[in-house]
């Protein structure tokens, strides 16, 4: 118990308590929570496993990643065509999107650090790599084009349990996400307090003074760079194979690259449980709102026949303008305080 | 592939890409003195779309009669939000305000969303399908019209800080702001001023290219990246470059589209980016950093 | 002291920005295992030139020698690694991170693992009299605690000579003096060689057994302290000064 409390954090006993209560909630949350809100849970940790790999770029190195899609949209696309084509389990083809995800990473890593021209080109780049081949991918029809590519499911497939082919019922998906997530915390804690973690919070700070004290700032930033799109990749074998089907508009979206920010953002950039709360508060709240408009809709408060489209959005770019202008540390080093959830200085 | 049908494409790409390089210019401008990468770029231009667009509806008022109306409120707009919320996170580090504008981003965006439908909407001109010939060199009315209104503009723009007072206050901060701040000058108004001048550009340039294509909310994003594109390889906070680059990804555009398919045309310019930086990173016109 | 091989040889360094000639021509040796001085009035060229040495930038011509080394226009983390530590004059700590974090990121290339380095920092926080601020934020610190935490960090990176640029700017006298003292000590303990940059003149006489004395990106005089005070040169320069 000592072990956990000292590793997430230093955690109070309350932290402690409270996090594992959570815990044990989503872990039984197959016996009381219905289909729909398994959808919304798979959905919050996904987000939160896109989150934290977002968080470990600008949170923990200071690079600021606006096309993160990219990354989870190749992971995706590799495993999926892998599957497809020669019938390599994705459990196997995990492998080769993680690399390829990783490879596009140190790709625009290498445009964007090279010359030491600040932060904004890496950014610009990120974004600009992924309309790049969101468009190429629209061109290659062995990838579906714009028509979209699909993962064939039958009726059995939706029933027991195959990970090696990611085929299952969707408590299997569900577990599956929470393990990924949780996973993704444990080696960000890991990460974070070895020495990559010391260098790159360093590099965050000043890279010049990080330079002075002998830290190869060029290579440190290409691990993160690295780490974060492999976990991307990860995220993305998982989207394709939970959706089986993958539409560059939809996969490349931008809205997508910042769908991957927002939970770290309300959360709290470079904290540990950021990601993962920020997701917890937004996601259900999306759905919340959703569900409310369907509500006055169907008691006729609003026109039925009123498009909406954009309300949500333009809900969630509010509660970042919120966010960044009153709490620009996030929500989650201030939950810390006011729920004594970990000991002062620890987070934030 | 005959020399006309080249010839045709080069120079409605030149066209356009003068308008592209104004909307890279409000770009340029923001960045060169408030250092901000305004990332509400593609959407504060639609919005002037969209006003021109009901211009003509209500008015019947031709886009490029529109364009000082729109850049007028624009102005008012980038002044405003300059002053009221960008300048508030001026101490924040640089990705947080990025953020914040990519939040302002998303907002417009579903807003105009919102009022305005996701179903693309033009204005029909009586000139909109006139044309003459120089050769076999045909040359639309609509496209020339609207490179001349985005010449104008520019020139408007560039004499602006070239030979005002106010001009050349502007450019003493964005060269030192600590400077300009000693010498007296009200770091806060100018700052106000330069994003309101540079979405002013926006404003403009999307009344301009109203003539051309229709709006839809959704063009936003995909005018934002094409923006920092331009800038780039022009060089980040150097205004003519931002011209150049913008006729240069206009025309690039233009050939990608007859010498391949015109959907891939956003695959070029990227290309063209990606050369831009492996070459000359600091962008065609920029200045070297170190 | 002759008879001492010079650790540091600066030969001929010019470097000029925009066309504006910050050093010209700047030579001079640091012997094993000085103190030696880099003075001068503000705009003399003085971290400019630690700069180059430091490798922030490269010189447009001349040499920078560490021993046997030529580390002209390397990189600052491999002239790091090749043993110059360095404090910022405009100090840069690690904001977000502790007290104790800033100086185990310097202590780690040393260090096999993060404990040890861990291990490592506590001294150097020790020496500098940082210990009871080791888990505060760097951010909350204030500036003479800013520039012991330079020094501390610039130690540990383990350097065979130490480049500090204005460390005790700020200071009380008593608080210089203890500086000066800890300084000493590190010399006389550990062998390291000092360069200092430094407008405090009480700490350069006490420290410095030679000073060159920049002025517009030239050198003017250099020599022992006592021969610099003399030096009409260095007087002329310094006229009106309040620091002399």
């Known amino acids: 118990m000592t072990a956990v409390r000292r590793f997430f954090g230093p955690l109070s006993p309350a932290g402690l308590w409270l996090g594992g209560a959570f815990l044990l909630l989503l872990l039984l949350l197959p016996w009381w929570g219905g289909s729909y809100i398994m959808t919304v849970a798979t959905t919050v940790f996904y987000l939160a496993l896109v989150g934290q790999s977002w968080n470990l770029m600008l949170g923990f190195a200071g690079l600021l990643s606006i096309g993160h899609a990219l990354f989870v949209g190749i992971g995706a696309y590799t495993a999926a065509y892998l599957f497809a084509a020669v019938g390599l389990p994705p459990a196997v083809g995990v492998l080769p999107a993680i690399g390829l995800a990783v490879l596009m990473g140190l790709l625009i890593g290498y445009l964007g650090f090279r010359f030491a021209i600040g932060g904004v080109y890496f950014a610009l780049l990120t974004i600009a790599f992924a309309e790049f081949v969101r468009v190429v991918i629209d061109h290659v029809s062995w990838l579906g084009a714009t028509e979209g590519f699909f993962l064939k499911v039958s009726e059995a497939d939706r029933h027991g349990i195959d990970l090696a082919n990611l085929r299952g019922a969707p408590e299997m998906y569900y577990y599956l996400i929470m393990a990924l997530a949780l996973g993704a915390l444990v080696l960000c804690r890991y990460l974070l307090r070895s020495r990559l973690g010391y260098y790159w919070q360093a590099i965050r700070d000043d890279a010049g003074a990080a330079e002075a004290l002998g830290v190869n700032v060029l290579r440190y930033k290409m ?68 569900e409310a408009i369907d509500l006055l809709k169907h008691w006729h408060v609003i026109d039925p026949e009123t498009k909406l489209d954009g309300l949500k959005l333009l809900i969630w770019g509010f509660i970042v303008v919120l966010i960044v202008l009153f709490k620009p540390k996030g929500l989650w080093p201030w939950v810390c305080v006011r729920l004594r959830l970990t000991r002062p200085e620890a987070e934030g | 592939m005959d020399f006309w049908t080249l010839a045709n494409a080069v120079a409605s790409g030149l066209l356009i890409g003068l308008v592209y390089g104004l909307s890279a210019l409000g770009l340029s401008v923001i960045f060169g003195v408030i250092r901000i990468v305004n990332f509400a770029h593609g959407e504060i231009m639609v919005m002037g779309m969209f006003f021109a667009l009901l211009m003509f509806r209500w008015l019947g008022l031709d886009p490029l009669l529109s364009v000082p109306l729109a850049a007028a409120l624009m102005f008012g707009f980038g002044y405003v939000l300059q002053l009221a919320v960008v300048s508030r996170v001026s101490h924040l580090p640089e990705h947080m305000q990025f953020l914040l504008l990519a939040a302002i981003a998303i907002m417009i965006v579903s807003a105009l969303l919102l009022v305005f439908g996701p179903d693309a909407q033009g204005v029909e001109v009586d000139y909109a399908w006139d044309s003459f010939a120089v050769g076999e060199l045909i040359i639309d009315y609509p496209k020339m019209f609207a490179a001349i209104g985005a010449i104008v503009v520019a020139s408007l723009l560039l004499a602006f800080f070239k030979y005002t007072t106010t001009g050349k206050a502007i450019r003493a901060c964005a060269d030192n702001r600590m400077g300009a701040q000693v010498v007296g000058l009200n770091v806060s108004r100018l700052y106000a001023l330069t994003f309101g001048i540079g979405a002013a550009c926006l404003g403009a340039a999307g009344a301009i290219i109203l003539l051309l294509f229709e709006a839809h909310p959704y063009l936003a994003p995909g005018y934002t990246l094409l923006a920092f594109v331009i800038v780039i390889i ?57 | ?242 620091d002399l």
């Open chain 1, 223 to 290: 691990y993160a760079v690295a780490i974060s799109s492999g976990m991307a990749g990860v995220a993305g074998v998982f989207y394709a194979f939970y959706q089986n089907s993958l539409f560059p508009e939809i996969v490349f979206n931008i809205e997508r690259s910042i769908e991957a920010t927002l939970g770290s953002i309300v959360g709290g950039v470079g904290t540990l449980f950021g990601p993962i709360f920020g997701t917890f508060i937004l996601t259900p709240l999306g759905e919340i709102v959703t």
């Open chain 2, 234 to 290: 022009g060089g980040l906070g150097s205004l003519f470059g931002a011209l150049v680059g913008g006729i240069l990804i206009g025309v690039s555009e233009a050939l990608a589209a007859v010498l391949f398919q015109p959907s891939m045309k956003t695959a070029f310019s990227f290309a063209l980016l990606i050369l831009v930086l492996l070459l000359r990173p600091q962008g065609l016109l920029g200045k070297a950093v170190r």
């Open chain 3, 1 to 242: 002291m002759s008879a001492v091989a010079p650790l540091l040889r600066v030969e001929g360094v010019s470097k000029s920005f925009r066309g504006l000639l910050a050093l010209n021509d700047v030579s001079f040796d640091v012997v094993e295992r000085g103190i030696a001085a880099l003075i001068g009035p503000n705009g003399a060229g003085k971290t400019t030139l630690f700069n180059v040495i430091a490798g922030v930038f490269p010189p447009d011509s001349g040499h920078v020698r560490l021993g046997e080394a030529d580390i002209t226009g390397e990189r600052p983390d491999r002239i790091c690694h090749a043993g110059i530590g360095r404090t910022f004059q405009i100090v840069k700590p690690f904001a977000q991170m502790t007290v104790l974090e800033n100086v185990t990121v310097a202590a780690l290339h040393g260090a096999g693992t993060v404990a040890e380095a861990t291990q490592s920092a506590r001294g150097f926080l020790e020496m500098l009299e940082l210990d009871t601020r080791a888990a505060q934020h760097a951010a909350n610190l204030t500036l003479p605690d800013r520039k012991r935490l330079e020094v501390a960090r610039a130690l540990a990176t383990g350097p065979r000579l130490l480049l500090l640029d204005e460390v005790m700017a700020g200071l009380r006298p008593s608080e210089t003096d203890r500086m000066v003292a800890t300084l000493r000590r590190l010399r006389d303990d550990t062998g390291l060689t000092i360069l200092l940059i430094e407008h405090v003149m009480r700490a350069v006489m006490a420290l410095s057994e030679h000073i060159t004395v920049l002025h517009h990106g030239e050198k003017i005089s250099e020599g022992t302290p006592e021969t610099i005070v003399r030096d009409p040169a260095v007087l002329e320069c310094y006229l009106g000064d309040q």
